[in-house]
């Protein structure tokens, strides 16, 4: 656990470790969450809508070239798993966080 002070404007500084681990630099946006007594800070990434739609396509052209000899099954199949693996990420870097607020 690690002991902040809150200074003029209610700043406080995140200590490096956290920083590190979380791959915060500065100039980085983090969501501010109130649950009860507990404050949440989780980092966010803003994304280019132009840049996010060409990369959308890009993924949807890979995916459609990858997946056009594959019965119905297989590809149920393979999404499922890919959202498993999402899951069980986003899982694991919540668990992390919490250990280091612990």
Do not use: C
């Not at 994304?47 to 959308?56: G, I, P, Q, S, T």
């Not at 693996?85 to 612990?102: F, G, H, P, Q, Y």
């Amino acid at each position: 656990m690690s002991l902040v002070k809150v200074i003029r404007h209610g700043q406080v500084a995140i200590p490096a470790n956290f920083r590190e681990k979380l791959n915060i630099k500065e100039g980085d946006y983090l969501e501010l969450e109130l649950d009860g007594k507990t404050i949440i800070l989780r980092p966010k990434v803003f994304v280019d809508r132009e840049d996010a739609v060409k990369a959308l396509h890009e993924m949807m052209n890979e995916v459609h070239e990858r997946t056009k000899n594959l019965d119905h099954d297989e590809l149920d199949k393979m999404i499922n798993e890919a959202i498993s693996e999402v899951r069980w990420t986003k899982t694991k870097k919540t668990l992390i966080a919490d250990n280091m607020v612990k």
